[in-house]
């Protein structure tokens, strides 16, 4: 069993920039993949990035690249994304999941975090 709980966002202007972090509890967090996840309302949940047990390869959706970066402190069960240039099509909830490899679909996912606000005005 694994605990995911999100944390750091809130509302921001377009143009800013927000740190979201996932703390991890539970089972060995540095055996997971982790990935960022969001979900806008009427909207279907997306992938964002990913990263990999190691934090050597990290993945990230077309529409995010150079804007956002995902990263991971297995020593302190953390993962991040820090995401940059925000704009308002970003708002959403974001969610961090934990699973067992790589992979872009929520149904991957053995794990989630209860999803942090995030909001961007114009």
């Known amino acids: 069993q694994v605990q995911l709980v999100e944390s750091g966002g809130g509302l921001v202007q377009a143009g800013g920039s927000l740190r979201l972090s996932c703390a991890a509890s539970?089972?060995?967090?540095?055996?997971?993949?982790m990935g960022w996840f969001r979900q806008a309302p009427g909207k279907e949940r997306e992938f964002v990035a990913a990263?990999?047990?190691?934090?050597?390869?990290?993945y990230h959706a077309d529409f995010v690249k150079g804007r956002f970066t995902i990263s991971r402190d297995n020593a302190n069960n953390t993962v991040w994304l820090r995401m940059n240039s925000l704009k308002p099509e970003d708002t959403a909830v974001y969610y961090c999941?934990?699973?067992?490899?790589?992979?872009?679909?929520?149904?991957?996912?053995?794990?989630w975090g209860q999803g942090t606000q995030v909001t961007v005005s114009s």
């Open positions: 539970g089972r060995t967090f540095s055996m997971y993949a």
């Open positions: 990263i990999d047990w190691s934090g050597a390869s990290t």
């Open positions: 999941a934990a699973a067992r490899k790589v992979v872009v679909t929520p149904g991957g996912y053995d794990y």
